[in-house]
Each structure stands twice: as structure tokens, then as C-alpha cells.
């Protein structure tokens, strides 16, 4: 597959595309794959953030940043989006985002392998309902 340059837009729209997929797969009964795509709905929606603050013709990062950047952990990406601090606020104000990003923030990638039941109906809602994790992102990308 050649490489695949991705913009700010494309992850604004996959964040919103894998928020959709995974309600229809919980709708279905498919929790598994219900829990790995609202997590990685944050996870899009984070490097849309980063996305953000780069700019056109700019010289590139040094290969280890540019490296950090292309990770799955939540709380790495929400670091490099420099979005921790407003978290920190933001959950002193409101207990629901707080417990929504301590559902949220361990999602791995590898959940996509588990063949033990995931709490996919607490991690969509921690992602997509009020107070949501992914609703708080968007006020930022």
C-alpha cells in the first residue's frame, strides 16, 4: 500500500466515522469491536488535534517527535496535542468527564484482539454521551 497522507480533516471524519461504527456494533451485539473503535475514535480525534498545530511548509520535527506521534496510547497523544492541562481543568469542574477519561484513557489498540468480553457499552458512552470524551476533543480540534 503506498503511503497515505492523512490531514487534520481526514481525522476529524475518521473520528467521526469509527463514533458511528461503534454504535452500530453495539446496537448489533458486537461489543468487542464496539469498545476498540470508540477508543479509537479518541484516539483520531487527538491527532486531529495535533494536526492542528502544524503548518504548511514547515520544516519537519526531528525524527523522534515525528516518531512519538504515530502511537495508539491516549494519554501520549493527548500530551502532544497539549491538551493535558485543559483536561486536568476541565475534570475539577465536572466529575462525569473525569470518570469518562478514567474509562477512556487505558484503551489500547491490542483490545482488538481480546477474546474476553469488553465493557463496550460503558467505554461508548464514556466516549460519545454527555460529558463524553470525544465531545470535549471537538471543542478543541
Do not use: Q
Not at 487534520?8 to 473503535?37: M, P, S, T
Not at 473525569?98 to 466516549?127: G, I
Amino acid at each position: 500500500m503506498p503511503n497515505v497522507v492523512l490531514y487534520r480533516k481526514d481525522f476529524k471524519a475518521l473520528a467521526d466515522l469509527r463514533a458511528e461504527e461503534a454504535r452500530v456494533l453495539l446496537a448489533n451485539g458486537k461489543l468487542n469491536g464496539a469498545y476498540y473503535l470508540a477508543g479509537y475514535a479518541v484516539e483520531c480525534a487527538l491527532k486531529a488535534c495535533i494536526a492542528r498545530k502544524t503548518r504548511r511548509f514547515e520544516f519537519p520535527a526531528k525524527p523522534d517527535h515525528v516518531h512519538n506521534l504515530y502511537t495508539h496510547r491516549l494519554k501520549d497523544l493527548l500530551k502532544l496535542a497539549e491538551l493535558h492541562d485543559h483536561l486536568k481543568t476541565d475534570t475539577r469542574k465536572n466529575k462525569a468527564l473525569e470518570d469518562n477519561w478514567l474509562t477512556v484513557k487505558d484503551w489500547t489498540e491490542e483490545s482488538r484482539y481480546s477474546t474476553v468480553r469488553l465493557p463496550a457499552k460503558d467505554m461508548y458512552n464514556a466516549v460519545s454521551g454527555s460529558d463524553g470524551v470525544l465531545p470535549w476533543i471537538k471543542l478543541r480540534w
